[in-house]
């Protein structure tokens, strides 16, 4: 069949249809790149909240007499618990920088921080939701 005939009976040509995977192929592109975009951007507003709240923390402990020295490593944890995501993802970032000479090995790594970084993104939500409930707890109490 023709792109004549094609078009006349509204089927797409050849053409047209490799244009239209061209353009899904760089929409995912996209798509990826952004979804990476927002989990930064998820974690660096977790790491302000979670600056913040270690200031919190100090003045809670100087302020109130009851709350123990202690309570200030729960922040301190979800802080090393947020540098870690943010170590994966440079370490993602390094890997997909030269994904074209990267080794098998590499390349698995790669894939195993791609599919477990929703999981820590949801965990590290998750945490840091802890902290702030723990913080508004010694703050009632």
């Known amino acids: 069949m023709t792109d004549e005939e094609r078009r006349e009976l509204g089927i797409m040509t050849e ?50 007499k009851d709350v123990p020295n202690w309570s200030i490593i729960v922040p301190l944890i979800n802080s090393g618990f947020l540098l870690l995501i943010d170590y994966r993802m440079m370490v993602r970032a390094r890997i997909q920088a030269s994904i074209t000479t990267a080794d098998e090995k590499q390349r698995e790594k790669y894939g195993t921080i791609i599919n477990n970084t929703n999981l820590f993104s949801l965990l590290s939500i998750y945490s840091s939701i802890a902290v702030v409930v723990i913080f508004v707890y010694y703050i009632l109490s």
């Open 15 to 64: 053409t047209e249809l490799d244009d239209m995977n061209k353009r899904l192929e760089r929409t995912e592109e996209s798509g990826i790149s952004d979804t990476q975009k927002y989990f930064d951007r998820i974690h660096d507003k977790l790491f302000s909240l979670n600056s913040l709240l270690i200031g919190g923390y100090f003045a809670l402990i100087a302020i109130r």
